[in-house]
């Protein structure tokens, strides 16, 4: 507020030096007209008159639009627009950053004259437009609320760069109107950690063809009001806190090709999804947001369409005409809906190259194969059975239930966010699926295939349900599985006669079940980076199962828990080994007061390629009772060797 009167008094003092009295200047001129022409002014008394540095100015309502012509720099006392359309062009500005008052109080003002607007005070009155052309850059470490008022500011083409601020964003802190940035505009944020890189929260900002940068991990948005239009292309890329989209509403604008799909904003981050205005909404169009690979949302805009398959033999997802919009022959684009409906019979769909429709809803039975990829938000299966062939990858969501629905895996396949019927099957019957969450239902994974769990499953109590079946590989992959709670039950894995490998620091935790023979099936048993707690004070062995424990991985058992160690073997899977370093492939821990022990110890061994290396294993036990196996390389075996 100092520097703001210490501004006035010097602009009074400048007046008075200039004037006995400064002149108040009504204008008068042509379009096209030079702001210091002679006689393009009326005074007081409407006599003509010629500007000098340090009259006001007042520049009346006009029913045409006018252009004002600045050929070298002008400093008024202040300056008023009443009305009307205004352009000020040539090669001069309004101010030298000398606090000149600036005041829009209605219709439009276009400044698109010289190389760069200076830190005066702009106020644009509510419904008064002004039109920025000429880049902004504020000075540092000031905080100057360049441009205040309920009215519009349009950043057109240029730079608003408040970068230099420090801890200020002064230009734009006063605006609680709308900032509509377009034609390639662009915002420089400051450091500010404590106020909105936008300013206040009662400003709307209008995306419409920008590139926004904002430069501290503070910065925030507040509760702006957002507005993103059709059409355009748009950029947020480094901003570090997340822009809320649920406070942004995709608005008319361009006109929009209904079979082009658009992509509107990538924001580096952000939560919540946008909406759609009515007249958008209610003309077919639809938002999709997507993550690139530098994590970034993607928001895309296209024309919604709901196709059905139409039943063509052995045909092909792309097709021409293999679909139905309505009753007319369709062919696929991306980011339709798309609807397999009920059959007779098991048809079987071939995908060539990636297909991205927005959604996927199976009503009967259909196997996708091919060489291509499926890539959706989600699939719905209701009565039917969706098959996924050959190398097709799926991402995604999937809700399905009930008992009759079916969904079959052969391909490199990856499954998101599952919403199913506890009577449902996933069904891997070769290659490899992985799941990025485990929801309660049946799994079946057949010899030589894969099922990779990310995520988390807790048992429910009392829930004797064998959930997991086959000859196959299940991969805990950094998942956990909690059956604390299961009663006497532990029984997700206990059917499981393949392979059961934990990495990646995935962990299971075990209920008071006393018969652990079937805890982990017959199957084997990998440790590859892996937890196994028991949560219960009764004491059991670990049960039959064959052990490996992977070279150069740490693992861990803990609680009331036996872990036998006579059928288990180390196995070398290529990690790269220092001898210099000792591996703790296994610890026995405490669980609370419950130590885990380790049986047989003694009867582990090393495999021959890591023992013609030099590779020893030891057993260690700790003053407070902890076991551990040790894998060391002994110096003297490893130089002979070498």
């Known amino acids: 507020m100092k520097k703001s009167i210490a501004a006035s008094v010097t602009l009074y003092v400048s007046c008075f030096m200039l004037h006995a009295s400064c002149a108040t200047l009504t204008w008068n001129g042509a379009d096209g007209a030079g702001w210091s022409d002679e006689g393009v002014w009326l005074d007081e008394s409407s006599a003509a008159a010629t500007y000098t540095d340090g009259d006001a100015v007042v520049f009346p309502a006009t029913e045409s639009a006018k252009s004002v012509v600045i050929a070298s720099t002008v400093t008024p006392a202040s300056v008023a627009f009443n009305g009307g359309e205004y352009t000020l062009t040539g090669s001069g500005r309004i101010g030298d950053n000398s606090n000149t008052p600036i005041a829009i109080n209605a219709g439009t003002v276009t400044f698109n004259c010289g190389d760069q607007i200076k830190r005066e005070y702009y106020t644009i009155a509510e419904g008064a437009t002004m039109v920025m052309r000429e880049s902004l850059w504020s000075a540092k470490n000031t905080y100057h609320n360049t441009f205040q008022g309920a009215g519009t500011l349009i950043v057109d083409g240029c730079m608003l760069d408040m970068s230099a601020n420090g801890a200020y964003v002064g230009a734009i802190a006063k605006l609680t109107g709308r900032l509509v940035l377009r034609n390639g505009a662009k915002v420089q944020g400051s450091s500010n950690s404590n106020q909105s890189v936008l300013g206040p929260e009662n400003l709307t900002v209008v995306f419409s063809g920008s590139d926004f940068k904002s430069y501290h991990s503070g910065s925030k948005f507040d509760n702006n009001a957002f507005e993103l239009v059709a059409g355009t292309t748009n950029t947020m890329l480094n901003n570090e806190v997340a822009l809320d989209l649920s406070k942004m509403t995709i608005v008319e604008g361009e006109t929009l090709d209904a079979d ?187 010899e030589g295939a894969t099922l990779v769990m990310q995520g988390s499953y807790s048992q429910p109590k009392n829930d004797s349900a064998n959930w997991c079946k086959g000859a196959g ?165 490893f130089i002979l060797i070498r």
């Open 260 to 446: 082009t799909v658009y992509t509107l904003m990538t924001i580096n981050k952000t939560s919540g999804a946008p909406s759609v205005c009515d007249a958008l909404a209610n003309a077919g169009w639809g938002v999709i947001l997507e993550t690139n690979e530098s994590g970034q949302t993607v928001i895309k805009f296209h024309k919604t369409r709901t196709l059905t398959w139409g039943s063509v033999a052995n045909a092909t997802w792309t097709t021409e005409n293999a679909w139905l919009d309505g009753e007319t022959s369709a062919t696929f684009q991306t980011y339709d809906d798309v609807v397999f409906p009920a059959n007779a019979s098991s048809e079987t769909i071939t995908v060539q190259g990636t297909v991205k429709p927005a959604s996927v809803t199976v009503n009967g039975a259909y196997l996708f194969t091919g060489d291509g990829a499926i890539d959706v938000a989600s699939v719905s299966v209701d009565g039917g059975d969706f098959g996924i062939g050959a190398a097709n990858i799926y991402s995604g969501a999937v809700a399905y239930a009930g008992a009759t629905n079916r969904v079959a895996i052969t391909g490199e396949v990856t499954l998101g966010t599952m919403t199913v019927d506890t009577n449902s099957y996933l069904f891997v019957d070769s290659g490899k699926a992985t799941i990025t969450s485990i929801p309660r239902q049946h799994y079946q994974v057949a």
């Open 473 to 637: 590989a299940y991969v805990l992959d950094g998942a956990t599985i909690d059956m604390s709670n299961s009663g006497t039950y532990s029984a997700f894995f206990r059917a499981l006669t393949g392979t059961l490998r934990v990495q990646s620091g995935a962990k299971i935790t075990f209920g008071a079940n006393n018969n652990m023979n079937n805890l982990l099936g017959t199957g084997k048993f990998v440790f590859a980076g892996g937890t196994i707690t028991r949560s219960s004070t009764t004491g059991y062995t670990f049960g039959n199962s064959a052990v490996e424990l992977v070279a150069g991985t740490e693992n861990t058992v803990s609680g009331q828990l036996e872990f036998p160690l006579a059928k288990a073997t180390i196995t070398d899977e290529g990690i790269a080994l220092d001898h210099h370093k000792t591996y703790t492939l296994l610890t026995a821990g405490k669980n609370g007061s419950n130590q885990a022990t380790l049986k047989d110890a003694d009867k582990l061994t090393v495999p021959d390629s890591l023992k013609s290396k030099g590779w020893r294993v030891r057993t260690v036990t700790s003053d407070d009772g902890d076991t551990t196996v040790e894998l060391y390389c002994q110096r003297g075996l």
